[in-house]
């Protein structure tokens, strides 16, 4: 009965693989909206037990704080005054010790909860945090970037390179025993690229780089968050009333619950009674992307003053109401926006750059060979992260090889802050 | 000396205003995505807002007294006090708060909130030690929050225009006037103090009081401006700030 018994081991070995990863969503898109639950994220007391120096209420004082730096000195669109500075966040030890660099998200700041939480925990395990904010967030892109149109890699990590050398700059290169890279989803991407161009330049040095939920190819990854969106609904008009509709249904949900905020308890406790389908939940997540690209497009346009969004020649007064640009803006999708303002923008600066190209230039393909060879850079992703293609994931798994760590399931950074990921990070950049 | 300092200061106001305004670059997109409205597209974050120039402007101008008053003033008094007495001081303030909390809850016959919050206050005034340690809130009790602004509209007031108020931000015409109401009714920590002493002690205590309020206030709110991230924050607080208070008066 040779059968049975190789049905029996596939049983078993199915079930240990249940067992050797407890991460509780497993569907990618529940994984993506929820996170991971306060009780199974990485526990602080798991990287040191609290001593009795971080006991001393003098120890916490200004030790993680926001920084500003002046990158550009060039004139700010007058709406945008406040964008004049580059804001990042700086945890710093006492003493000299390793830096480690977090580049968050499409659309996400220094300031986000993904990049928090890795700020507190290699903090605790000792490490100097900065934390980034992407080269598509707005603050970035007012601020620090060179040609002010995000979304072209060599560019973004070019501008990004720069701002990380300043910081180097400002924080005194004695306090610095080494230099380490994460990012995650965009961010991940282009820690790869920093990888290689600081092979070529060598002026930070990077030891070890992590790439959490990488895209592979931005205009893949991009075009996938945007199609969760288009594929739900027909046209703007019903996407707005499906928004309004999910709108709704929080507030009312809201009313009927004892939580007096909106936050993640807040998120669980509703997911407890089931109260989105699959589809609402793709059409929360495509809105997100499309939410977080409008802010960038209308960024970046008032900026170059290229006359996609906000008409040529206008100067946007601080009293005029912004409702139609937004309007304009959420009706852009990301390839409307590489075609229409990336490329022709590229094209106008380099006339001999193609489409073709400049594509392949934000592809990790284009540097594989670099990448085969790095033994410093591992990546960590997840077998359902819908960002990725079947291609995309032959890709990591040729390029990458044992350097790459497949979680079963996790969506697109749903299990970021799982205890089994930080474990496997910690391992990575503490030892 | 104070020449100096005008000088210095002139100069400085010189080279803001010869700072050269912004220009569009070289390239212009070949396609522009135009302005027009269709109608047809249902809106679900608009809000009417008929005061919108005024209100943008006030917009912009607490920004700026945020980054360069208030801001630099909080973040002295977080950088100079522990985080143990940051919390007790603002517990002590939110203590003082479940007054009006208590008694908009009773104008608007909400039983269950009532209780809550005069058993907040009863508890932590006593075994809190004056309200410095939030004995309910650690237990899972937190405060309610119900202000005049609410009760109003509990009863029906309908909000009125979108406000921008200085200083305190987001606000409609009818939560503005209930601001004045609920000052009146919360009160000065020092009034308790400082019984007995003379008018000079008691009315410049009242005045630090107030002083390490405001500091206190700003310190609790976690918002900061255009830390969004989104050129359209001002769109995105005007909707999540008229929508929480239509839920939070029908809850």
């Not at chain 1, 699959?278 to 497009?297: C, H, P, Y």
């Not at chain 2, 979108?162 to 200083?167: A, E, H, R, S």
Request: some cysteine.
């Amino acid at each position: 009965m040779p059968w049975l018994f190789f049905f029996l081991i596939f049983i078993c070995t199915g079930n240990s693989a249940a067992h050797g990863y407890e991460y509780p969503f497993q569907d990618p898109f529940v994984a993506t909206v929820l996170g991971t639950p306060p009780k199974d994220q990485f526990q602080l007391s798991a990287v040191r037990q609290a001593g009795l120096h971080d006991l001393n209420p003098l120890h916490d004082l200004g030790l993680i704080r926001t920084k500003e730096l002046l990158i550009h000195d060039r004139p700010v669109p007058k709406i945008l005054w406040y964008d004049d500075t580059l804001r990042y966040s700086l945890a710093l030890q006492r003493h000299p010790a390793p830096l480690l660099f977090v580049i968050a998200g499409t659309g996400s700041s220094y300031d986000s909860a993904h990049c928090r939480f890795l700020q507190k925990i290699f903090y605790r395990a000792g490490l100097h945090v900065v934390t980034l904010s992407s080269p598509t967030y707005a603050n970035f892109v007012v601020s620090a970037s060179s040609t002010q149109v995000p979304g072209y890699i060599p560019t973004d990590i070019a501008d990004l390179y720069q701002c990380m050398e300043a910081i180097v700059r400002d924080l005194g290169p004695q306090r610095i025993t080494s230099t380490h890279l994460t990012g995650y989803s965009l961010g991940g991407t282009q820690a790869a690229f920093l990888a290689e161009l600081d092979s070529k330049e060598q002026r930070l040095g990077f030891d070890k780089i992590m790439l959490l939920n990488p895209a592979v190819s931005l205009i893949t990854s991009a075009t996938i968050l945007d199609h969760l969106l288009s594929d739900n609904v027909a046209n703007r008009a019903e996407a707005a009333r499906k928004v309004a509709d999910l709108v709704q249904e929080l507030s009312e949900a809201y009313k009927d619950s004892n939580e007096v905020n909106f936050g993640d308890d807040f998120l669980f406790a509703l997911h407890g009674g089931k109260m989105f389908t699959e589809t609402d939940l793709q059409i929360l997540i495509g809105v997100t992307f499309r939410v977080a690209l409008a802010n960038m497009v209308f960024a970046s346009d008032v900026c170059t003053g290229a006359g996609y969004i906000v008409p040529r020649g206008h100067q946007i007064q601080k009293n005029e109401t912004l409702s139609p640009y937004l309007d304009a803006a959420v009706g852009v999708s990301f390839e409307e926006y590489i075609e229409e303002y990336v490329l022709p923008y590229l094209m106008f600066q380099n006339p001999k750059l193609t489409a073709q190209q400049a594509i392949y230039a934000c592809s990790l393909e284009s540097i594989a060979p670099f990448l085969r060879q790095a033994d410093h850079i591992q990546v960590l992703t997840n077998q359902d992260d819908f960002i990725l293609t079947e291609g995309d994931m032959d890709f990591l798994q040729s390029t990458f090889g044992q350097r790459l760590t497949l979680y079963p399931f996790g969506g697109h950074c749903g299990n970021l802050r799982y205890k089994d990921n930080m474990n496997t990070m910690l391992n990575f950049f503490c030892k | 000396m104070p020449i100096y300092v005008l000088i210095l200061l002139l100069l400085c106001l010189n080279g803001c205003a010869a700072k050269p305004e912004h220009q569009p670059g070289a390239f212009a997109a070949p396609v522009h995505r135009g302005l027009s409205q269709d109608p047809a597209v249902e809106r679900p974050f608009l809000v009417d807002d008929p005061w919108e120039g005024f209100n943008q402007r006030m917009y912009h101008f607490n920004a700026q007294f945020d980054r360069y008053v208030y801001l630099p003033v909080v973040r002295v008094y977080e950088e100079v006090l522990p985080d143990s007495v940051q919390n007790g001081i603002s517990n002590i303030f939110n203590n003082l708060k479940e007054i009006p909390i208590f008694l908009n809850a009773v104008l608007q016959g909400k039983a269950k909130k009532a209780s809550v919050s005069l058993g907040r206050f009863i508890f932590n005034t006593t075994i809190g030690l004056g309200g410095i340690i939030d004995v309910l809130g650690t237990g899972g009790i937190h405060q309610e929050h119900e202000d005049f602004g609410q009760t109003l509209g509990f009863w029906g007031v309908p909000n009125g225009p979108y406000l921008v108020l200085p200083i305190f931000g987001p606000s409609n015409v009818r939560d503005a006037s209930g601001l004045g109401v609920e000052a009146v009714l919360t009160p000065n920590p020092s009034y308790f103090a400082l019984e007995g002493l003379g008018w000079i002690e008691r009315s410049s205590a009242t005045t630090g009081a107030y002083a390490v309020k405001t500091v206190d206030a700003r310190h609790q709110v976690k918002f900061r401006y255009y830390q969004t991230g989104s050129p359209f924050e001002y769109n995105l607080v005007r909707f999540v700030y008229t929508k929480k208070r239509e839920l939070d008066i029908e809850k």
